[in-house]
């Protein structure tokens, strides 16, 4: 009998979660693996909620945003008592091995599995913020910055005819990273984020200084992180005496059709997967730095905190002051 191995999803949705279960169940299958499907994330793997593919299910699926395997946060799995079911549930089925598709919050909760019963698994990072540690690339981001440079463009456009400053928010809970790529992309010109200290007097002295020269809107991309949109918004109406509007993009930013890039590295990331389980790797996560593919041990993911790179940092750093 071949060995199975489990596919899920887990935590935020993103854009490329779609293709990844694709090739990773029809690679898997090609490898000799059988593969099995997990719906709702920890929650099915818990609820016993799996199902074989069969063509139908992965087909027309590669263009398609979110996960059709749907996803969820499961505080049971804490508990060693429903990760001993989500045993049972496996072991019924000769499920072997796991790939989750996730965050970090995923690949610790798969690991603390490992470390009960030894069931190796691969993590395929995902998540729009981009926040994993080792890997310079997570799925979804690609999808979500188009999403948000289309929104600004538009926002560009009623901004520059109306003489307005717009403040438009994007996700990240902990991480600038959207923001400050959104910010660069866009041609704004402030830039909140939690990782770049900003100054409000200097950065009102500077747009005085050019709507003194001309300019007759200003853009401002804040991140999630920094809860600062609100207060934003009022500050340049007030203290720069621009009329400004707020724009929350919120989970607009989540979904759509994913982009090549994602399409892409969803292929790339799952094949890695397959092969990393296949040669007996553990406990990894699929990595991508400076342009190579590579796996990295979980420890050195979950220990370790994410770095936005230094270059973008560095170009963005002007906007906030
Ligand atoms: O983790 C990705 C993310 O998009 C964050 O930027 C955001 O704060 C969060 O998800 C919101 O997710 P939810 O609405 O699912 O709690």
Known sequence: MSKGLAIMTSGGDAAGMNPAIKVAAEYAASRGFKPWLVYDGLRGLIDDRFVEPDREMLSGILHRGGTLLRSSREKRFFDIGFRRQALENLKKRGIEKLIVIGGDGSFRALNQF??????????????IDNDIAGTDYCLGVDTALNMIRQSIDSIHDTATSF???????????????????????????????????????????????????????????????????????????????????????????????????????????????????????????????????????????????????????????????
Request: proline share 5%; aromatic share 8%.
């Open 163 to 321: 003489s307005r400053a717009f403040v438009v928010e994007v996700m990240g809970r902990h991480c600038g990273y959207l923001a400050m790529v959104s910010a660069l992309s866009c041609g704004a010109e402030i830039c909140l984020t939690p990782e770049v200290p900003y100054n409000l007097d200097s950065i009102g002295l500077r747009l005085q200084r050019e709507i003194d020269a001309g300019r007759n809107h200003i853009l401002a991309i804040a991140a999630e992180g920094t809860k600062m949109a609100d207060y934003l918004t009022r500050w340049i109406n007030d203290s720069i005496g621009m009329e400004a509007r707020l724009t929350v993009l919120g989970h607009v930013q989540r979904g759509g059709s994913p982009t090549v890039r994602d399409r892409l590295m969803a292929y790339k990331f799952a094949v890695a997967a397959v092969d990393s389980l296949e040669a007996g790797e553990t406990n990894s996560v699929m990595v991508f730095n400076e342009g190579h593919y590579s796996t990295r041990p979980i420890h050195e993911v979950c220990d370790s905190q994410y770095q936005i790179d230094p270059r973008i940092i560095e170009l963005s750093t002007p906007l906030a002051q």
């Open 114 to 127: 490992y470390a009960d019963f030894g069931i190796p698994f691969a993590g395929i990072p995902a998540t």
